[in-house]
């Protein structure tokens, strides 16, 4: 059922063209109302990835409003994103950046420091008080693999290539997408699928829970849209609330996810009755 202030929002959602927030090296940030749109803008190198793509991406994080309850994520162009610049497999790597020969040098603290901060581009996708859906199309590969995997939710193009390239280059997935990936699909294959280096087309990753819905291609930004304005129809809290308790159950036992919800309830009971604080 449709109300007034769902069909405002559908409207918002999708209609509206508001100026963006931030648009610079291969990110666009565009906010209407609670809805923000983080838009990969590289489309003629298909939206491969570089160190200031990712500071673009957590900038992109922290410029939110708190009115935004629901970020979607998608790409112009016919991929979503080949994973990271090939500059940053030769030996120079990009202008002004450190190589890959330049990060192998540093020490254990600067290290883990540089590649902390290329994982902060794909962390704040998981807070508690957003909900974040990428729309996936085409090629998903390695760094564009964990980028859909960051989000809560997915919806992929019936012609999606998810596929987890780094350790058939010597490296290992360090861009935050190993914890979903198992946890979505499994260890087994999640280790299949990473030690092979194959791709997971739609029907697979519907099938394994990689992706929520399939759609075909042309219709991706409209079923993007429904879902978006499915997910404000209840009130925002008891979805924080919600997503909050589904993110911890995976850490608790079943006796503390049970004392997890009665606190949670609790909450919103005192809430609903004017008695919070």
């Not at 923000?36 to 922290?62: C, D, F, H, I, Y």
């Not at 991929?79 to 990271?84: N, R």
């Not at 962390?123 to 980028?147: C, M, N």
């Not at 009130?235 to 997503?243: G, H």
Request: negative net charge; charged residues 25%; glycine residues 8%.
């Amino acid at each position: 059922m449709t109300t007034p202030e769902s069909d405002s929002v559908r409207d918002t959602a999708r209609d509206a063209v508001p100026e963006p927030v931030l648009d610079e090296d291969g990110v666009r940030l565009t906010i209407a109302d609670a809805v923000a749109t983080v838009t990969l803008t590289r489309a003629e190198k298909r939206n491969a990835q570089s160190p200031a793509m990712w500071r673009a991406l957590t900038r992109a994080g922290r410029s939110l409003p708190g009115s935004v309850r629901v970020v979607v994520l998608r790409a112009d162009g016919p991929s979503f994103s080949a994973g990271l610049d090939r500059r940053g497999f030769t030996p120079e790597g990009f202008d002004g950046e450190p190589s890959f020969l330049d990060l192998a040098r540093m020490d254990d603290t600067a290290l883990d420091a540089a590649i902390a901060g290329y994982q902060e581009a794909f962390t704040w996708w998981r807070r508690s008080d957003l909900v974040s859906v990428a729309a996936v199309q085409g090629h998903a590969i390695g760094a564009g693999f964990q980028l859909a995997l960051a989000c809560d939710l997915r919806i992929v193009a019936d012609d999606v290539r998810f596929a987890m390239r780094e350790p058939s280059l010597g490296l290992v997935p360090d861009l935050t997408g190993t914890h979903p990936l198992v946890s979505l699909v499994g260890y087994a294959r999640a280790l299949e699928i990473c030690a092979t280096g194959r791709f997971v087309h739609a029907e697979e990753a519907e099938r394994t829970g990689l992706a929520n819905l399939v759609v075909p291609a042309a219709e991706l930004d409209a079923a993007t849209g429904d879902l978006t304005t499915a997910l404000l129809t209840a009130p925002r809290d008891a979805v924080v609330e919600t997503k909050a308790l589904l993110q911890g159950a995976v850490h608790r036992s079943y006796e503390d996810q049970r004392a997890a919800e009665r606190a949670a309830q609790a909450r919103r009971l005192r809430d609903l009755a004017g008695l919070g604080d």
